[in-house]
């Protein structure tokens, strides 16, 4: 075996034996050592890992299908095995009295799209958990809503809850998910989306603005009344609220930025 790949697994199985120690020995080995391989080779690519997987006597061929049939196996349940680990850093996060969840969504192949809930941290973001689902658009609300009630269970209650997203996420379903945990979101719109505002449907670009940056009492449709506020973000200093205005997309938040 590759001498960095096992000492990086010798560590990740002692890891993951404090933390899941009812997990089956099988499975926490075989889990460590492609978690080792994975952070050697920097890449999910199923060849390359293939090729660094350090298993004597096979061919990459061999390798390939040793990877496909852990990867499947149904008792490998990624979110417990994220829950013990994606709790202590949320707990890190959570000292500055705000946690700030980032759903995002990545092609994965030609025909499956990978749903992602990181944690912001720092300068960067971890993930916490996924969804994968077989689309070639925007994944389902109910993928959504499954990985918000998985991770929910993992999240501190005496701090405030942010959720940020792309333009795939600004949904009346997701806004009345998140208002009814309680939560903050700040949701990027597309300036063409057609709001309710004074009773009046409009494109949402005609009434944000330079000297109207920022509008409250926003309804996302007729049926759904639930007002939210709409602003527009001027460069990288409210890059969580917008891009650029030159872009012409929109931000929406359920509270005014701090």
């Known amino acids: 075996m590759s001498g960095g790949i096992a000492a990086l697994s010798a ?75 994606a709790r202590g850093v949320i707990a890190k996060a959570a000292a500055s009295g705000r946690v700030v969840l980032i759903m995002d969504q990545t092609e994965a192949s030609d025909c499956q799209q990978v749903l992602m809930l990181s944690l912001r941290f720092g300068e960067g973001a971890l993930p916490l ?15 959504q809503k499954g990985l918000l009630v998985a991770v929910t269970p ?23 998910l998140a208002t009814a945990k309680g939560w903050h979101y700040r949701l990027r719109l597309k300036g063409n989306l057609q709001v309710w505002i004074g009773g009046q449907k409009s494109p949402l670009h005609r009434h944000v603005c330079g000297q109207f940056p920022y509008l409250t009492g926003v309804e996302l449709t007729h049926s759904f009344r639930t007002p939210w506020h ?21 931000a929406s938040t359920s509270s005014r930025p701090k």
């Not at 002692?14 to 978690?35: F, H, M, N, S, Y």
């Not at 959720?163 to 996420?169: A, L, V």
């Not at 709409?230 to 929109?250: F, I, N, P, V, Y």
Request: charged share 20%.
């Open 11 to 85: 560590g990740i199985v002692v890891a993951l034996r404090q933390q899941l120690p009812g997990q089956c020995k099988t499975q926490r080995d075989k889990l460590a050592l492609l978690i080792a391989t994975i952070l050697d080779v920097r890449s999910a690519n199923l060849m390359a890992l293939a090729a660094a997987l350090p298993r004597d006597a096979e061919g990459a061929d061999l390798r390939c299908q040793w990877i496909s049939r852990f990867v499947a196996n149904h008792l490998v349940v990624c979110d417990e095995v994220m829950a013990l680990f």
């Open 129 to 143: 958990a996924w969804r994968v689902e077989a689309t070639q658009g925007a994944i389902s609300f109910a993928r």
């Open 154 to 176: 993992w999240l501190p209650s005496e701090v405030d809850i942010v959720m940020m997203g792309d333009r795939f996420y600004t949904t009346p379903d997701l806004i009345a």
């Open 230 to 250: 709409a602003g527009q973000g001027e460069g990288r200093a409210t890059q969580t609220l917008a891009q650029k205005a030159s872009t012409g997309r929109m």
